[in-house]
């Protein structure tokens, strides 16, 4: 495959500089985000025939960091070694711990002072608002995680897209965003147009650019198949805190109210309603985890009036009170 690989290679190619790399992993760091950082690095290089892209995996104290799913990584260095790098990633634990960590944001003020840009995979924007990299910069987060930097930074820029570039400040959701932003920084070397593509194609992943979004993960849990009810649950998604009638929702599609049901009862097995409400309370569940806003809030956030309607409604679809169910997550974390 190298060989395959090498062949047809514009000669401008040949002639790019070498980037450093540095990704800082957090303890409890997603395994998938790494590699969906580094590997597209990696493929590069062999797709170019030399290291033009050098890369370190750090950790705070030299040793291996311990990922999410418990897969223990070996690392090169320590952030004691003040080795600076052309880009300087920090790929962030999900969830976000509650107490912050001064040697991080040292080492990434550090690098800042040095010239280096700055990234964060997954959570890692967080770590990089903490410690005021992000004031007046584009940014985004994973899904999950944007209310908890919303709450407690205000001068960040927040997006909803898979991935921003805003000068030289790079980041990324989780998952597997972390190819897209690698493949659009790849590509916008000089004389390395092409290179994105050939990488995309090696790893058999397909292209999405700067202007996709985060796919919500509400829509993905009721498994929609039809674009008229996609376009329903997200109209439900988008307007959980002013919620709208179910004839409004079907006049918005331009179809009839029984015509919404019958798509619902088809493809979800329940009405609109009962989506409708699940969603806001999936809504809910995740305020309740993800930040410290109080119960009155959370209902005012998801639509609902009352916080006893909403207690009811929640440990019907949960099994338990919504601040038994809060106190059962932090605990675990």
């Not at 040095?114 to 924007?125: E, F, N, Q, R, V």
Request: one cysteine or more; hydrophobic letters at 40%; glycine letters at 6%.
């Amino acid at each position: 495959m190298s060989t395959t690989a090498v062949k047809r290679i514009p000669a401008g190619m040949h002639d790019l500089r070498i980037t450093t790399f540095g990704f800082l992993l957090v303890k409890d760091f997603s395994l998938i985000a790494l590699s969906a950082a580094v590997d597209p690095l990696r493929i590069a290089n062999m797709v170019v025939g030399r290291k033009v892209y050098e890369f370190k995996l750090l950790s705070v104290d030299g040793e291996c960091v311990a990922s999410s799913d418990g897969i223990r990584v070996y690392t090169d260095a320590s952030i004691a070694d003040k080795e600076v790098f052309d880009i300087a990633f920090i790929v962030g634990p999900n969830p976000v711990p509650k107490a912050g960590n001064g040697t991080i944001t040292d080492w990434l003020r550090f690098q800042e002072r040095k010239g280096a840009a700055l990234g964060g995979i997954d959570t890692g924007s967080y770590y990089l608002a903490r410690a005021g990299l992000l004031n007046g910069y584009r940014c985004t987060i994973h899904w999950e995680d944007q209310d908890i930097l919303l709450e407690r930074f205000s001068k960040p820029i927040v997006s909803n897209r898979l991935y921003e570039i805003d000068r030289n400040r790079y980041t990324s959701s989780g998952g597997i965003a972390p190819l897209d932003l690698m493949v659009h920084l790849i590509s916008q070397a000089p004389g390395s147009r092409s290179l994105g593509g050939r990488v995309l194609e090696l790893l058999l992943a397909e292209r999405r650019g700067h202007e996709h979004r985060q796919r919500a993960s509400l829509r993905q849990y009721q498994g929609a198949d039809h674009a008229k009810l996609e376009e329903a649950l997200q109209i439900m998604e988008s307007n959980v805190e002013e919620t709208l009638s179910i004839a409004e929702i079907a006049s918005y599609l331009g179809v009839s109210s029984r015509q919404l049901e019958r798509w619902f009862q088809d493809r979800l097995h329940k009405t609109p309603a009962q989506a409708y409400l699940e969603i806001r309370l999936l809504r809910a569940r995740q305020l309740l985890y993800r930040t410290s806003k109080p119960l009155e809030e959370v209902c005012a956030s998801t639509g609902f009036v009352s916080t006893t309607h909403f207690a009811t409604k929640y440990k019907a679809q949960f099994r338990l009170s919504p601040m038994t169910d809060r106190k059962r997550y932090q605990d675990a974390i």
